[in-house]
């Protein structure tokens, strides 16, 4: 089978420099990428958004960030938790996100730890960038990101970008929930 992709100059970038990165052919890279990515939404056994509960999400989000073996905790200290951990953490951070949008304000314990969140990003990527020889490329590529992406659209509400289907997250349907 054959498939073809498009792909804009920013990610034909990306994609050469992890193969680069990776000594693979570009072929073999785009393969690894893509494993990762269906790994990520389909093999990892969480719940989807729709099943996750608000206080399930909390208690995830709350230890990530504080405990000392929590997920963004570890991120801060400049260590890789895995795939599985960073995936867990977005995907609580959405099911708060989508739990909380359409409320007036936001409960104090989600605000506390989507702050936490974005005033340690400096951190976090320093230290990760200061490790980057034991830290998968998407960590810091992506990933990342996308936790404080989703910290501070929790704690700023609503926009047109929030709203996007994220299949990867546990979304179930193109709509917003």
Excluded at 124 to 142: F, G, Y
Aim: with cysteine; aromatic share 6%; hydrophobic share 35%.
């Amino acid at each position: 089978m054959e498939i073809s992709l498009t792909l804009s100059d920013a990610e034909a970038a990306q994609l050469h420099s992890m193969a680069t990165e990776l000594n693979l052919d570009l072929e073999e890279t785009l393969r690894v990428y893509l494993h990762s990515f269906y790994s990520a939404s389909h093999d990892l056994h969480l719940k989807s958004v729709s099943k996750l509960s608000y206080e399930e999400a909390l208690v995830i989000v709350q230890h990530a960030e504080s405990g000392v073996d929590g997920t963004y905790f570890q991120l801060r200290l400049g260590k890789d938790p895995g795939l599985e951990e960073t995936l867990k953490l977005r995907t609580a951070l959405r099911v708060l996100y989508h739990h909380i949008r359409e409320k007036n304000c936001i409960p104090r314990p989600v605000c506390e730890a989507a702050a936490s969140i974005l005033f340690h990003e400096h951190e976090a990527r320093l230290n990760l960038q200061a490790n980057r020889s034991n830290i998968r490329t998407e960590l810091l590529d992506s990933e990342l990101f996308d936790i404080q992406l989703h910290a501070f659209h929790l704690l700023i509400g609503a926009t047109d970008d929030t709203d996007r289907y994220r299949p990867d997250l546990g979304d179930d349907t193109n709509e917003p929930t």
